[in-house]
């Protein structure tokens, strides 16, 4: 599985290996379909690091109003395979889901559908829809391969880590050889060339890379058999060196708040390690120092602010529904003369997209899963500890995240967490039940 996603990750940057990736594809589903279907979860976040690298070499039904690509293949086998999941829970007369913050995801889920109906781009709602449930997808076969003993929390763990390796071999390639992304506007400065891994965007790998760093460190403050403790803090070492090179101001954020979160929790040690390596970086690396207080920092600035007062005043007649997904930027559009861009703000974006309802079961959503986590946190099972640390720290970090940037659309990012959450929902929920714990020993 390794090899298959370093091959897709990698040689797609120089090749169109489209009958590669089909061939594979095929080979990989008739084995978890047949032999380990259990592995449909892990394969599937191992494999959706390296699909953004391949997403525009194949369209399927080019030219027509349902066409996708590659990425949006995963996506609707995501959300068929949630839907099958809820017809067969409803077929039994089960409960929906006992997970509260699925139950909260589906409900925002089915606030987004009411408003396709009236949405100014209905194709482009529909797609966005399939994205958002394919993360309910996700966290729906995590929580039923859990909850039926197929597989271990540490599995899921391990295979989120070993994502990683292409995205990460390809970012350091990337900001070290200067063809990463580039920024036409930022020709003159260092960071003109910053790197995306496999990923779109030098936001959504920074984005993945703050998972990664809560992982690593959550693991080895907690002495948990993840990898041997030489490969967390090289995997920890490693994920923090590429976020710096990725010169995403808002995930630095995010990522500093989420070890802080981590730190005060479990090791205050960690929150005095980070300010003093921070305010070293700050005060000795002049492309820091240039990225954080130079003129490129205070126009990105600035256009997110004219942005945001732009979604500001169309909220001011404010609708039940909204207009649609992903329409915020032809909204701003009629605003904003030239200007295609969504709010770089979640909170507006679904406001402005879903209306006063979404917003606020979308607030709901936040809140309630922080507070579940929380509650987690509080079992005395390591286990469920651990994964309720890793999820705060992501949590808490996407908050902040999210007041700056698209952080709800990245995809790739949101598939991890709420693998983890699905993860979490069901474990949590037969400790409250006081049923043992889940302890499976089955190998990756």
């Not at 379909?33 to 449909?40: E, N, S, T």
């Not at 039923?144 to 763990?157: C, D, H, V």
Request: hydrophobic content about 55%; overall charge positive.
């Amino acid at each position: 599985m390794l090899i298959v996603s370093l091959v897709l990750g990698l040689l797609p940057i120089w090749l169109p290996y489209q009958v590669l990736f089909i061939a594979l594809a095929l080979i990989i589903g008739l084995y978890i379909a047949f032999v380990k279907p259990h592995w449909i979860l892990v394969s599937m976040l191992i494999l959706r690091s390296s699909a953004d690298g391949l997403q525009d070499l194949i369209t399927f039904f080019p030219g027509r109003w349902f066409s996708f690509n590659l990425a949006g293949l995963m996506n609707i086998i995501a959300a068929t395979l949630g839907g099958l999941i809820l017809i067969r829970r409803l077929l039994r007369n089960d409960r929906l889901f006992s997970g509260f913050p699925l139950n909260l995801l589906l409900i925002l889920i089915l606030v987004s559908l009411l408003g396709i109906p009236q949405s100014i781009d209905t194709n482009a709602s529909l797609k966005a829809w399939v994205r958002l449930f394919g993360y309910y997808g996700i966290a729906a076969v995590s929580y039923e391969i859990i909850k039926q003993n197929l597989i271990s929390i540490r599995n899921i763990l391990r295979g989120i880590t070993i994502a990683s390796i292409p995205p990460m071999i390809l970012g350091y390639y990337q900001a070290f050889s200067g063809s990463g992304y580039f920024f036409p506007g930022y020709q003159s400065t260092p960071f003109a060339y910053r790197p995306q891994g496999t990923f779109g965007h030098p936001a959504i790998l920074a984005s993945y890379l703050i998972i990664l760093i809560c992982i690593s460190i959550a693991c080895y403050f907690y002495n948990y058999p993840l990898w041997p403790r030489s490969l967390l803090l090289l995997l920890a070492l490693s994920s923090t060196g590429l976020e710096i090179l990725t010169f995403a101001r808002s995930q630095w954020t995010g990522a500093i708040v989420a070890i802080g979160v981590i730190g005060l929790i479990r090791s205050r040690k960690l929150i005095l390690i980070g300010w003093i390596i921070s305010l070293i970086l700050i005060l000795t690396v002049p492309t820091i120092r240039e990225r954080l207080q130079g003129e490129q920092a205070t126009e990105s600035f600035e256009w997110r602010l004219e942005v945001w007062q732009a979604s500001l005043r169309l909220l001011k007649e404010p609708t039940l529904l909204g207009n649609g997904l992903d329409t915020s930027h032809l909204m701003i559009n009629n605003v904003l003369v030239n200007v295609f861009v969504p709010p770089h703000n979640d909170y507006l974006r679904m406001a402005l997209e879903i209306g006063v309802i979404g917003f606020i079961t979308y607030l709901i959503l936040q809140i309630g899963l922080f507070l579940f986590t929380l509650r987690a946190f509080l079992q005395k099972n390591q286990e469920v500890k651990l994964l309720s640390l890793i999820l705060l720290g992501i949590i808490v970090g996407g908050w902040v995240i999210s007041f700056l940037d698209n952080y709800l659309s990245y995809v790739s990012v949101q598939w991890y967490i709420w693998a983890m959450i699905g993860s979490l929902s069901w474990i949590q929920e037969i400790h409250w039940k006081g049923q043992k714990d889940v302890d499976v020993q089955i190998s990756f």
